[in-house]
């Protein structure tokens, strides 16, 4: 038998893949941040911006259980 092996969690979203886990554009990311409605980006270098994945999936979840 094989197993499914669960990837884990990424530590960091960058753009595109945010974009694809949210379905949103980057346009839409980025107004929200400056919005100050989505968590700011971590600048991990000179040209390397993401997203830390636990604060993105606590906003995620903070969403949902606003909807309710």
Do not use: C, H
């Not at 949210?22 to 941040?33: C, D, K, M, P, R």
């Not at 409605?37 to 999936?57: G, Q, R, Y």
């Amino acid at each position: 038998m094989s197993q499914t092996v669960q990837q884990p969690t990424p530590q960091f979203y960058r753009l595109p893949q945010l974009k694809a886990r949210l379905n949103v554009s980057g346009s839409s990311i980025w107004a929200w941040v400056k919005k100050g409605s989505f968590p700011a980006p971590v600048k991990l270098a000179e040209n390397t911006t993401a997203w830390s994945a636990a604060d993105v999936e606590a906003w995620a979840q903070s969403r949902i259980a606003a909807s309710k």
